[in-house]
């Protein structure tokens, strides 16, 4: 799976820099998935609906169909979700995933002066570039934020380096 953490702190603009990803990718043709990863623990479906009782009674896992969506709930058991989630991104050229900052993996921070808060890239070696349209005084790579055609040559280029292509 071709992975790339978007991570930073809260409010720096995450979602709306995947959401334009996204965008940006399905223009080019391609294919791109994506994960948001939550370290909360808040319950996904509906308690008392019908599916939120077949995961209740133990269906493992349990899914939903409607008319234009499929939701499939797996509890948390330890093991790689990646690996246990591959399966179901193998035809994606590119998979985004929203924060998760503690996961292996290839991790861009988007970064925000307005908030005041500090860019992780200067605390942590494990991410490859900074996002911004500011100045972080950091080590890495700092990709403007307003050039979103950019961002994504960029984000493709280190989400595909030495992998074989799909």
Known sequence: MNRIHIVGRKNHGKTTLVVELVREFCRRGVRVGTIKHSRHIHELDTPGKDSHRHRAAGGQPAA????????????????DEYERLEPLYADCQIVLVEGDIQAAGVKVEVWRAEKSSACLAAERADIAAVV??????VVVPVWLRSDVARLADRIWDLATANRPPV
């Open 64 to 79: 939903v169909f409607t008319g234009d969506s499929v939701g499939i709930f797996l509890t948390r058991d330890g093991r």
């Open 132 to 137: 911004s349209d500011d100045r972080p005084d």
